[in-house]
């Protein structure tokens, strides 16, 4: 098992950058897929990316192609999600979520995910 933490949330002005990280305990977190993901007050959870643990294997949202990268530093443990060009509708809560297999159909589907961070904040101002 991984227990996912997220970190890097906080305050920015519309146009401004973000990197978030997402770090787990554990030799084998860097053989999990992980996703990131984001729940706006009154909305759905929103599927953004997500990476193989081999890194070489990414996927984004139409919403975020472009403007948000995912990447992941195996020695470290971590996985990032760099976020540029922010926008107002950007506020959510952000989590990453790990899994052990799942399919590229499934990758953006947030219950096929079983190991969940308790999310970081990320507040886009106009």
């Known amino acids: 098992q991984v227990q996912p933490v997220e970190s890097g949330g906080g305050l920015v002005q519309a146009g401004g950058s973000l990197r978030l990280s997402c770090t787990a305990s554990g030799r084998t977190f860097s053989i999990y897929t992980v996703g990131w993901f984001r729940r706006a007050p009154g909305k759905e959870r929103e599927f953004l990316s997500a990476?193989?643990?081999?890194?070489?294997?990414?996927y984004y949202a139409d919403s975020v192609k472009g403007r948000f990268t995912i990447s992941r530093d195996n020695a470290k443990n971590t996985v990032y999600l760099q976020m540029n060009s922010l926008k107002p509708e950007d506020t959510a809560t952000y989590y990453c979520?790990?899994?052990?297999?799942?399919?590229?159909?499934?990758?953006?589907?947030?219950?096929?995910?079983?190991?969940w961070g308790q999310g970081t904040q990320v507040t886009v101002s106009s």
């Open positions: 990476i193989r643990g081999n890194g070489g294997t990414t």
């Open positions: 979520a790990a899994e052990y297999f799942i399919t590229a159909q499934a990758m953006a589907d947030p219950a096929e995910y079983h190991y």
